[in-house]
């Protein structure tokens, strides 16, 4: 498994001994290891995966898809490192009224990296460039769209 976008290592950690968890925030690195310390974790960045064409069943992208300007690009280098019939599961955020009245938040950084909202039709279609089923639904009380996308 590799944790694509890992962070601090909230979703490794639950993921199974010797998943693999890359980001390219280096800050990231030393919590996301102490979280899963049963995974490996190391810098790099998505957009070039340093991992064989073909070698995983699955990878987990949580929150991160939106924050690249070309993510067909990404989906791409996904599908790649995935094997026939390995799996891209994830969410991203959602146009949703919520993440609209996120600017009234405190927390919102002022001047935020890029960040794109989907509503499902856009995801899907975005996703079936590159994979063969792709299952998509709401969570979050309408906050993310979480996606399943086989390879």
């Known amino acids: 498994y590799l944790d694509a976008g890992c962070g601090t290592g909230l979703m490794l950690r639950h993921l199974p001994p010797g998943s693999v968890g ?9 919590k996301a290891h102490r979280r899963a310390n049963a995974s490996s974790v190391m810098q790099a960045d998505i957009e070039n995966l340093p991992v064989r064409p073909g070698s995983l069943s699955t990878v987990i992208m949580t929150e991160v898809l939106e924050h690249f300007p070309n993510p067909a690009d990404i989906l791409k280098q996904i599908r ?20 609209n009245l996120r600017f009234l938040s405190r927390s919102c950084p002022a001047e935020e990296p890029f960040h794109k909202n989907y509503d499902r039709a856009e995801l899907e279609e975005l996703l079936r460039r590159e994979f063969s089923s792709v299952k998509t639904g709401i969570a979050n009380t309408t906050m993310s769209v979480y996606y399943v996308a086989t390879a």
């Open 80 to 99: 790649r490192a995935l094997r026939p019939g390995g799996h891209l599961i994830g969410t991203v955020p959602s146009k949703s009224l919520v993440w």
């Open 22 to 30: 890359v980001d390219i925030n280096p800050r990231n690195l030393p």
